[in-house]
């Protein structure tokens, strides 16, 4: 028969627990108090004697402040505009250069001891390791207003020479760097200007030689061309008006010529038939005389109507009607005297078929031949002014023809404008520019040797000494206040490390606290002391 069987796993044995509680540390520290306190004793006593065996490190510092340019910057600006921060790196990587601190070594005689088994690299390396330099903000903006400069050797006079050796570098490279900066950008912005002076002057010869080839077609010569254009208008005009004279002055000249010269030829006539002589015959007791005693009715009748169509258009002072009045009173006298003349013939004696010629020339009329003489200089006058009209009107005509030739230059030019206006826009627009960047470059140029020259006087940044080197009195390594309790503290360490190590390796329950919770106490051992114990 079979019958039904639980099977129960059985009880899992449950490990101590190994865990640190306050108890535990106290009973690890109680039991193993002799080895703790041994070994914090002989720990104690090497930190000691190690740290005094330590060699004395001395430290010696500068403070370096950066003084800011004494000259306002509105009235010169620096052209060294980097950055403290930039600048200091810069000027430590050349301070602290394998020459310069090679040199120092030898100088000061650095490293002795290190300098017989290490190299020159090595020794220049550690003295960079010794140097440090650190930068103090200001009050105003966070910006550094100074930095330190520090030095740690073994000897106190040592360091302190280091340090101030170390200060003078950067201030002379500073002040060196700035100078050579300022010098540098000094030196190229001549350069800019010379090319730019070089292109300038080209442009304004281009601009220039374009204004002589194209004169008076410019576009700021518009106003003179109009101008010009307008004056030949008005001298056109004058010259058309006096042309218009002096042919109507010809056309009068040439009318009162005509009758100058009419009237010359009557006074001839007149004057032929008024000396012609008379031949008298006594034959048969009568008296004959020549066709000169006949009256010239007609030139008179002539003379007279012409006379009264010059009334009619001048004045009675005109030339022409004095004279053509002239004229008339002479014909009209010699008329009388013809008239006396034959009335004497008929009482003339006989003498034997001798004619009275000789007489009756000497009775010619002398109006007639100054009125004769004074047309011919009438005549000659008329032909000079003639003569100087048909010379004016040449003149004017030639006169007309140039201004009007010149009109159609000026029109021309002023057709050309827009062309000479935009081919001049791209020379001025180019010399506009090449103009400016000289001007531009020019400014900075001399605001530039402003800058060089206040930094040879050094008036500009720079570094100053506030609070100079000195040879310190206690080393700054190693501080054997702080290291000989820390090599105590280190030793007690390694007891209580020593302690626990030694405590959990055994693997044993130091009291009831480090069993499980649900685990009953049935008993407690008393602590049973030797009689070897009690007597210790």
């Avoid at 010169?76 to 950055?83: A, R």
């Avoid at 002055?249 to 038939?273: D, G, P």
């Avoid at 000169?292 to 009715?297: C, E, L, N, T």
């Avoid at 009482?347 to 002398?366: C, D, H, I, K, W």
Wanted: overall charge neutral.
């Amino acid at each position: 028969m079979q019958s039904d069987a639980v099977i129960t796993p059985p009880p899992e044995e449950k490990e101590p627990l190994t865990r640190l509680s306050p108890q535990t540390i106290r009973r690890i520290a109680v039991k193993h108090r002799v080895e703790i306190a041994l070994i914090t004793i002989l720990g104690s006593i090497a930190a000691y004697g190690i740290v005094r065996m330590m060699p004395n490190v001395y430290k010696a510092e500068t403070l370096i402040l950066v003084e800011s340019q004494k000259i306002p910057e509105k009235l010169v600006s620096s052209t060294v505009n980097s950055e403290l921060q930039d600048r200091l790196a810069t000027i430590s990587q050349q301070v602290l250069s394998s020459t310069r601190l090679g040199d120092v070594i030898t100088k000061l005689n650095l490293y002795q001891d290190d300098r017989k088994s290490s190299t020159q690299e090595e020794i220049i390396e550690r003295m960079r390791k010794d140097i440090n330099i650190k930068l103090e903000r200001g009050w105003t903006r966070n910006q550094p207003g100074a930095f330190r400069i520090s030095y740690m050797g073994s000897n106190p006079e040592t360091v302190a020479a280091v340090v101030n050796q170390l200060g003078s570098f950067f201030i002379e490279e500073n002040l060196r760097s700035r100078e050579l900066q300022a010098s540098g950008t000094s030196e190229f912005l001549t350069s800019q200007l010379q090319e730019s002076k070089k292109s300038l002057d080209a442009l304004e010869a281009k601009v220039a030689q374009y204004k002589s080839a194209h004169n008076m077609e410019l576009p700021e010569q518009q106003n003179s061309l109009l101008s010009g254009i307008g004056g030949m208008q008005v001298q056109l005009q004058g010259n058309q008006d006096a042309l218009l004279r002096a042919q109507q002055n010809k056309t009068m000249l040439e009318s009162s010529l005509a009758a100058a010269q009419s009237a010359e030829a009557v006074l001839r006539h007149a004057i032929q038939q008024s000396t012609t002589p008379i031949t008298i015959t006594r034959a048969d007791g009568t008296v004959v005389s020549s066709p000169a005693s006949a009256p010239p009715s007609k030139d008179l009748e002539d003379l007279r109507q012409r006379l009264a169509t010059l009334k009619v258009r001048f004045t009675d002072t005109h030339p022409d009607v004095v004279t053509t009045q002239a004229t008339i009173n002479a014909l009209e006298a010699r008329d009388r005297q013809q008239r006396q003349l034959a009335a004497a013939s008929a009482a003339l004696p006989v003498n034997s078929g001798r004619t009275t010629t000789e007489e009756v020339t000497r009775q010619a009329s002398p109006e007639l031949t100054r009125a004769l003489l004074g047309e011919q200089e009438r005549i000659a006058n008329l032909k000079a002014q003639v003569s100087s009209s048909v010379r004016e009107i040449e003149v004017r005509s030639a006169d007309r023809q140039k201004l009007l030739g010149d009109m159609n230059g000026y029109q021309a030019r002023v057709e050309r404008l827009p062309i000479r206006e935009q081919e001049m826009a791209g020379l001025l627009r180019d010399y506009q520019i090449a103009k400016g960047n000289y001007e531009s470059i020019l400014k900075k140029s001399y605001d530039a040797d402003m800058a060089s020259d206040m930094e040879k006087r050094q008036k500009a940044e720079r570094f100053t000494v506030m609070d100079p080197p000195r040879v310190p009195e206690k080393p700054a390594k190693p501080n054997r206040r702080v290291l000989i309790p820390l090599g105590c503290m280190i030793a007690l360490g390694c007891g209580l490390t020593f302690a626990f190590v030694r405590a959990l390796s055994a693997n044993v329950i130091l009291g009831e606290w480090e069993l499980p919770e649900d685990v009953v106490v049935l008993g407690r051992v008393p602590v049973i002391t030797s009689q070897s114990e009690n007597i210790v």
